[in-house]
C-alpha cells in the first residue's frame, strides 16, 4: 500500500467528528493492507512506530533542506524499512546516519506525506484515531466482534500483532489470546474527579482511596526468579532497575504481574521530582544511576496461576495484600466523604499529588478509561504568554492552534532581562471559537513566519492549567510543562504581569 492511502485516510478521519464516519474510513484502510503493512500501519495511525524511540526530535524533521517529490511513490514497508535503519543507527557515525536517512525518506515523500511522517515521529499526530476508535475499526474491516478484538489488545498489549491477527487469522486464533506472565498487558486508566467527595458520589458506594505518587507507571511481571518490569507504554526496562527486580524477587509469590507506581525518595522520606525517576527509563548517567528506586503496587492481575483481571477489585486487594506486603500503596476504603477528604489530606501533606478513588466491584478493564477508577488531584494554574502558535492539522487546518508558551524572566537568568522563556506547548482546551479568534488575533501581532508557525510579539497572556513541570533539556529554562491545557485568554494581564520561570522552577524543588 502507498503511504499516501494513510494520509489521505487520516485527513478524512481528522475532518469528522463523527465516531462512526472515523471507524468505516479507517476499516476501509485496513482491509486494503497485505499481513506484513498491518502492524507498521497500526503504528503510523497512532503515532507510535513499532520501532520505539527513533533518536530525532522537531529540530532535527523541521532542519532538513530537501526538495520533496511531486508524485506518491513510498509505500508503508519502505518508510518502516527506513525508520528501522534510524532506530538502528548507534555509535560512532550515527548522528550522520541519521541524517543522511532523515534526508532521503523527505526527499522521496510528497510535502503533505512528510508533514504526515514528521508528526508520526514526534509522536503529535493528532488526526482523532485514538486506540478505541481504531479497535473499532479493526473490528469492522475484519468482521469480527468488537469485544473479542478488544480483549485480545488488552492482554496482548500488542495493537499492531492484534490487528494482524483480527485481519488475517481466524476467529479462533483471536479468542485465544489471554493473560501471559511475562507479556506486558495494556494498563487501566483512569478518569478525574474535582475532590474526593465527588468521587464517592460517583461511585455511589464504598470505594478504596489510594495515594496518587508524582512517579512512573509500573507493570511487573514475575515466574520464578525471572523478573519483568514494563512501563505505562509496555516498554521493557527490566535492565535498567535492578532495585525493582529484587524488591519483586523477595516477594512470596512465584508467579505474579503486579501493576503499580515507582518514585526515589530523598534524604528526609518525601518524594523526589518526577524526573529524577524518569530519568532512570532513560540512558543510565551518573545521576541517573545514583537515583534508587523503590516500588509501590495498587493491583495484581495473576497470582499463582489465577488469572484476576475479571475478579473484583475487593477480592485483588485482599490477594495484593498478601502478595506484597510493606510494597502495598498507602489505602484505606470508605464511604466516609470526610474520612476520604482527610486522607487526600494526608497525601498531599506528604508530598504526592493526590489520591485515586476507586470502585471495589470493579473487574481490571485493562486499557481502558472509565468510571471506576478516578483521580483526584489539585490544578495548577499559571499566566503565560505566547510566543508562537503552529498551523493545525486535519479539522484545525487553515487555525492556529498549538501554543508556544512563555515565562517571564524578569532577571535575565535564560536571556534578556525582562523577556521570556519557553516552558511548553499545549494545543488541549481550545475549544472552536478560541481557536477561529486566535486564527485571527496573532497575525495582527506577527514578527516572523518558520515552517510550521507564525511567531508573535509576547503580550499576550493565557491562563495555563498544568499538573506541574518537569526538568527539561529541550528548554533553556531547564523545565517543561506537564499535562499543559489551556482555561481561557487573560486580556486583563500584561505580559509583565505573567508568572516568571523562577515560579516555575520552584516546582521541581516542591
Partial sequence: MLLNELVTATGEVASTSSRLAKIAVLATLLRGLQPDEVAPAIGFLTANPRQGRLGVGWRSLTGLDVVHADTPTLTVLDVDASLSRLAGADGAGSVLARRGELDALASAATADEWDFLARVMIGELRTGALEGVLLDAIAKGSEREAPVVRRAAMLSGDLGATARIALTGDADELSAVGLQVGRGVLPMLAATAGSTSEALETLGAAASVE??????????????????????????????????????????????????????????????????????????????????????????????????IDEPLATRLELLDRAVGDARMPSVVTDDPVKAEEFSRQALAAGHEGVMVKALDAPYAAGRRGKSWLKVKPVLTYDLVVLAVEWGSGRRTGLLSNLHLGARDPEGMFGEPGGFVMVGKTFKGLTDATLRWQSEHFPTIETHRSAYAVHVRPETVVEIAIDGVQRSTRYPGGVALRFARVKGYRPDKRPDEADTIESLRALLRG
Fill in 211 to 308: 495515594y496518587k505518587l508524582d512517579g512512573a507507571r509500573i507493570q511487573v511481571h514475575r515466574d520464578g526468579d525471572d523478573v519483568r518490569v514494563f512501563t505505562r507504554s509496555l516498554a521493557d526496562i527490566t535492565h535498567r532497575v535492578p532495585e525493582l527486580v529484587e524488591a519483586v524477587r523477595a516477594l512470596p509469590a512465584e508467579r505474579v504481574i503486579l501493576d503499580g507506581e515507582t518514585l526515589s525518595l530523598d534524604e528526609d522520606g518525601g518524594p523526589r521530582p518526577f524526573q529524577d525517576t524518569m530519568s532512570r527509563f532513560g540512558s543510565m548517567g551518573d545521576d541517573a544511576a545514583a537515583t534508587v528506586l523503590r516500588p509501590w503496587f495498587f493491583d495484581i492481575l495473576h497470582l499463582d496461576g489465577r488469572d484476576l
